[in-house]
């Protein structure tokens, strides 16, 4: 598998940051990479990672040539080291992260060279794990660079979090990710809508055009639709999405309660979904339910086995009373 070694577009600042550090010498042992999912964390952390290991750098980059390069791109660099949950998991184990000490006191394959781990996303090590890298990060191993990406660092470890540079990366400038999806994406595309339906996180817009998401969505908007004006009951719509992969439903279902919250603080929102059925609606009453969406969500992504129909029926039965009783 070739991988691009480059960082994306947005983010040229935080890439001038951190190679300022590495030309005064003064990069630490453990940088903390955090932020939303969808806004090319992990890229960046493996174009800089190929950056500090290529023979020849060019212009402040990876050469893409070099043989250091040539490992990179087929995910075979010796000095090189990913820690992610293996295939089908959803956690890094402790195992995983021990394996790392024996790769610290290797020599690096170049004289001076660096030696470079990757850990994504970082949340999913469990607290086993996580303390063994502590370990690790207490006593850090000469010329090893550890780059930790977090969609969720508040859920690192405190001390974790302590011993590494953070840098906190925000959700880009819409002018650039939407300039950047109009060449990515050759098809038309309705790239404002994408972009709306992804909070502006042009890596999520991308996968959303790319799975036909923004059409699944008109449908569980209809859906909920029919539902809010009485053309259909909770239960049954439940049953239906039941049908569907949970976690796209619930990703539709947050970004609904997100932007009703928006177009009821008085913000401008589009709202596919009956307005006149929600406008009366009390804000402060739909965050604990934004909340509780966004943990099934995260349970789901950690690989919790949650019943479908049944969360989805406790969802759509409290919001359809919900709506009834403020309308
Ligand atoms: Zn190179």
Redesign the pocket.
């Known amino acids: 598998m070739s991988e691009a070694?480059l960082a994306y577009p947005w983010q040229s600042d935080y890439w001038q940051t951190l190679n300022a550090l590495q030309d005064q010498d003064r990069l630490p042992h453990a940088i903390l990479l955090s932020g939303p999912e969808g806004i090319g964390k992990y890229r960046f952390a493996k174009a800089f990672a190929?950056y500090l290991?290529?023979?020849?750098?060019q212009a402040a980059m990876?050469?893409?040539?070099?043989?250091?390069?040539l490992w990179?791109k087929d995910r075979q660099h010796p000095d090189f080291k990913a820690l992610e949950p293996p295939e089908g998991k959803r956690q890094i184990a402790v195992d995983q992260v021990r394996e790392l000490q024996s790769f610290a006191v290797q020599r690096a394959h170049r004289e001076d060279g660096k030696k470079i781990v990757l850990i994504h996303p970082a949340e999913s090590m469990n607290t086993n794990a996580a303390n063994a890298l502590l370990k690790t990060l207490e006593e850090p191993a000469e010329q090893t660079l550890l780059l930790l990406v977090s969609h969720a660092s508040s859920r690192l470890l405190p001390t974790i979090r302590s011993r590494c540079l953070q840098y906190a990366m925000k959700v880009p400038d819409p002018a650039v990710s939407e300039a950047w999806l109009q060449k990515t994406i050759t098809d038309s595309a309705d790239l404002h809508r994408l972009m709306q339906e992804s909070s502006g996180r042009p890596l999520t817009a991308l996968a959303l055009f790319e799975s036909g998401g923004l059409e699944r969505f008109k449908e569980y908007d209809q859906a909920l639709a029919a539902m809010l004006t009485g053309k259909t009951h909770a239960v049954a719509v439940a049953e239906t999405f039941a049908e569907h992969e949970p976690t796209a439903v619930l990703s539709w279902w947050v970004r609904r309660l997100q932007l009703l919250i928006t177009r009821l603080v008085g913000a401008d929102a589009e709202i596919p979904v009956p307005w006149d059925r929600l406008k009366g609606l009390d804000p402060a009453a739909i965050f604990p339910r934004l909340d509780t969406a966004q943990q099934s969500l995260a349970q789901l992504q950690r690989g919790a086995a949650l019943n479908k129909r049944l969360l989805f029926e406790g969802i759509l039965l409290d919001w359809q009373q919900f709506c009834h009783n403020n309308a």
Request: net charge neutral; with cysteine; proline share 6%.
């Open positions: 070694l190929a290991l290529c023979e020849q750098p990876a050469c893409g040539k070099c043989q250091s390069c990179c």
